[in-house]
């Protein structure tokens, strides 16, 4: 199909989203992603039955974390979709990015920078 | 086993915010298995913690470690070497073990990560009951295996009362009635005759009203 989707995602391959825990997506956020989205098969086509169905709790009990810390729950989501869907999974993909860049960089990044920043403007 | 459950991020937050060096410290035992306090909470709760701190501008270094248990000493021994390194300990054990962790560790602040809630089960997997006040005085025997301590809202001894409508308490309606549940189980095993005995005036001295209780065992004491 060749289609193209936006080049600031990056894809980390999990067996089945079930194997996706909830702090796999947090240190996402430690690390300086500015938002997650876990993209698991259809509700009810799991391989292991129940992989995505987990994975979409996970990401809700995620959402709690990120909103009482002030990263913004909003920033996390789940998705599903079949292999077959690549045209679903490149809506998906612009859908978050533009989601994501409505709502701006990682706080923390953000934070980050304003310390280095600051350092270097205490230096004499 | 002893069920906790997690305390709002910001209620820890607020408590662990004048420092900048702490040991987040989970237990293997019972908060583990209701998954509160064990290994994976401890990495769960410090990455919400340095990732709130750092967005605030004051990053914080947080010492992850997971003790066999909090609520015997030579556990509590093996991070007496690194303890004098960090300002405060945040303890997601159950609220024996954050009282253990204090008393070894007197000069160290201790503060608890969770809400120790009570003795029960797991009826299902995310799931856990209330199922023992440990009053310290076992009548199980009388009620077929189901505590009118605890089961019961006002743990009548002679129930049920009259608040029991359709099995169900008038506390709650999601609480079944605990005398409903002793007459359906004794009626099921023809023992029926056992709701005839009355069950004398509890003496709560056993429990909570004769002060912090202890257990001394001179057959085991080294």
Same mark, same amino acid.
């Given at each position: 199909m060749r289609l193209s989707y936006p080049p600031n995602i990056k894809i980390i391959q999990v067996p089945c989203t079930g194997k996706v825990d909830v702090i796999y997506l947090l240190k996402a956020f430690q690390n300086g992603a500015d938002g997650v989205y876990v993209a698991g098969c259809m509700e009810g086509d799991c391989h292991y039955l129940t992989?995505?169905?987990?994975? %979409?709790?996970?990401?809700?009990?995620?959402?709690?974390? +990120?909103?009482?810390?002030?990263?913004?729950?909003? %920033? /996390?989501?789940?998705?599903?979709? @079949?292999?077959?869907?690549?045209?679903?999974? /490149?809506?998906?993909?612009?859908?978050?990015?533009?989601?994501?860049?409505? +709502?701006?960089?990682?706080?923390?990044?953000?934070?980050?920078? @304003? +310390?280095?920043?600051?350092? /270097?403007?205490?230096q004499p | 086993m002893i069920i906790g459950e997690g305390k709002p991020i910001k209620e820890v937050l607020s408590m662990i915010e004048p420092y900048s060096k702490i040991i987040l410290a989970g237990c293997r035992g019972c908060v583990t298995v209701c998954s509160v306090g064990g290994e994976?909470?401890?990495?769960?709760?410090?990455?919400? !913690?340095?990732?709130?701190?750092?967005?605030?501008?004051?990053? !914080?270094e947080i010492k992850e470690v997971t003790l066999e248990r909090q609520c015997d000493p030579e556990y509590l021994e093996q991070i007496r070497g690194i303890v004098d390194e960090y300002e405060a300990i945040l303890s997601i054990a159950c609220g024996a073990g954050v009282q253990f962790m204090a008393e070894k560790y007197r000069k160290t602040p201790v503060y608890p990560g969770i809400n120790t809630k009570f003795i029960g089960v797991t009826e299902e997997q995310g799931v856990w009951s209330e199922r023992c006040q440990s009053c310290g005085? =076992?009548?199980?025997?009388?009620?077929?295996?189901? =505590?009118? !301590?605890?089961?019961?809202?006002?743990?009548?001894?002679?129930?049920? =009362?009259g608040g029991s409508s359709r099995g169900k308490c008038e506390v709650n309606p999601e609480i079944d009635c605990g005398w409903q549940l002793i007459y359906d189980t004794l009626k099921e095993q023809g023992r029926l005759d056992k709701l005839e005995v009355i069950i004398p005036i509890n003496d709560w001295t056993t429990s909570r009203d004769g002060g912090p209780r202890k257990i001394i065992r001179e057959d085991l004491k080294l």
């Open positions: 992989g995505n169905l987990r994975a %979409r709790k996970r990401v809700e009990y995620t959402k709690k974390i +990120l909103d009482e810390i002030g990263i913004g729950g909003e %920033r /996390v989501e789940m998705f599903n979709m @079949s292999a077959a869907q690549g045209t679903r999974f /490149v809506e998906i993909a612009k859908e978050m990015t533009e989601r994501i860049k409505a +709502l701006g960089p990682n706080p923390i990044k953000k934070s980050k920078s @304003s +310390l280095k920043n600051s350092d /270097v403007e205490g | 994976k909470e401890v990495g769960i709760l410090a990455s919400a !913690i340095t990732m709130a701190r750092e967005k605030e501008g004051k990053p !914080i005085d =076992c009548k199980l025997h009388l009620t077929g295996g189901i =505590c009118p !301590i605890t089961r019961c809202a006002k743990s009548l001894l002679n129930g049920p =009362c």
